[in-house]
């Protein structure tokens, strides 16, 4: 088991940039592949990104390819999700987490992660 701490959430404008960080604590963090998910009001849970344990595989949700990147220091137990050129729609609480099971493979669903952060707030303005 991880825990999980997300910070670097806050107002920006449109256009702008902000980087997330979600730091881990526990002997197994630089063992588990970590995803990025989102949530906004009314909506469901969403995959944002994702990475392995080694961060030798990179996923992202199609809303999000060429914006954000997701990377990871092992040696911080620190996963990271810059996001630059954001967009209102990219308002949301963003949540880290560490998926289960083999950390050779990252998977976007949400049921396969089983240790989640309390989540940021990101709100983006026009």
């Known amino acids: 088991q991880v825990q999980l701490v997300e910070s670097g959430g806050g107002l920006v404008q449109a256009g702008g940039s902000l980087r997330l960080s979600c730091a881990g604590s526990?002997?197994?963090?630089?063992?588990?592949?970590m995803g990025w998910f989102r949530q906004a009001p009314g909506k469901d849970r969403e995959f944002v990104a994702g990475?392995?344990?080694?961060?030798?595989?990179?996923d992202y949700t199609s809303s999000v390819l060429g914006r954000f990147t997701i990377s990871r220091d092992n040696a911080k137990k620190t996963v990271y999700l810059q996001m630059n050129s954001l967009k209102p729609e990219d308002t949301a609480v963003y949540y880290c987490?560490?998926?289960?099971?083999?950390?050779?493979?990252?998977?976007?669903?949400?049921?396969?992660?089983?240790?989640w952060g309390q989540g940021t707030q990101v709100t983006v303005s026009s």
């Open positions: 990475i392995t344990a080694y961060g030798g595989v990179l």
């Open positions: 526990g002997d197994t963090f630089s063992s588990r592949a």
């Open positions: 987490a560490a998926k289960l099971g083999a950390g050779y493979s990252t998977t976007r669903l949400a049921n396969n992660y089983g240790d």
